[in-house]
T-cell receptor, first 110, second 113 residues
Framework: GDSVTQMEGPVTLSEEAFLTINCTYT??????LFWYVQYPGEGLQLLLK?????DKGSNKGFEATYRKETTSFHLEKGSVQVSDSAVYFC?????????FGAGTRLTVKP | NAGVTQTPKFQVLKTGQSMTLQCAQD?????MSWYRQDPGMGLRLIHY???????DQGEVPNGYNVSRSTTEDFPLRLLSAAPSQTSVYFC????????????FGQGTRLTVV
């Protein structure tokens, strides 16, 4: 079945450092790919998405490119801020339901 | 803009007790789902519904029941709570389909003692 594998955390960075969180997926067809973010005490909210190969999703300085050849959707940000501290989830959808990775906790220190 | 509303936010149950977690959305979404979030395991799908009167099982349905009598509401019932059901539960809704964003409630933190 479909599945998502994320790099294990936690990840701790200093402010203004470069961020990469790896995500790879297994799917039988052509899924859409998503990154969700969960701030402390809150539900998940969509950060960005890409619906077909070579699409780049971007939002709030975060980017991820849908790579079909490597079945990957890595999340990147050039300069993280303290306010980016959260848990990040990679997810895929081939139909109505969505499958999530285990989540990666990011802590950014001033 | 209420979005997806879950109640209660916190709950402590004794083993064997039953309870219902409430979920309501005001976006007229056809698709609704329940997930549980456990450390190191991400979100796992419990049950989902593609419209009023239609429900189906997800990855981890045992010990849980759902019904969907209206488009707006999708309650999750724990029939006889067990410590293994200690978790954070999230309800989500969307218009359905592979490209659509899921909207999440704020979660219910359930502890079974």
């Amino acid at each position: 079945g479909d599945s998502v594998t994320q790099m294990e955390g936690p990840v701790t960075l200093s402010e203004e450092a470069f961020l990469t969180i790896n995500c790879t997926y297994t799917a039988t067809g052509y899924p859409s790919l998503f990154w969700y973010v969960q701030y402390p005490g809150e539900g998940l909210q969509l950060l960005l998405k890409a619906t077909k190969a070579d699409d780049k999703g971007s939002n709030k300085g975060f980017e991820a490119t849908y790579r079909k050849e490597t079945t990957s959707f890595h999340l990147e940000k050039g300069s993280v801020q303290v306010s980016d501290s959260a848990v990040y989830f990679c997810a895929l959808s081939e139909g109505d339901d969505m499958r999530f990775g285990a989540g990666t906790r990011l802590t950014v220190k001033p | 803009n209420a979005g997806v509303t879950q109640t209660p936010k916190f709950q402590v149950l004794k083993t064997g007790q039953s309870m219902t977690l409430q979920c309501a959305q005001d976006m007229n979404h056809e698709y609704m789902s329940w997930y549980r979030q456990d450390p190191g395991m991400g979100l796992r799908l419990i049950h989902y519904s593609v419209g009023a009167g239609i429900t189906d099982q997800g990855e981890v349905p045992n010990g849980y029941n759902v019904s969907r009598s209206t488009t707006e509401d999708f309650p999750l019932r724990l029939l006889s709570a067990a410590p293994s059901q200690t978790s954070v539960y999230f309800c989500a809704s969307s218009t359905g389909g592979r490209n659509t964003e899921a909207f999440f409630g704020q979660g219910t933190r359930l502890t079974v003692v």
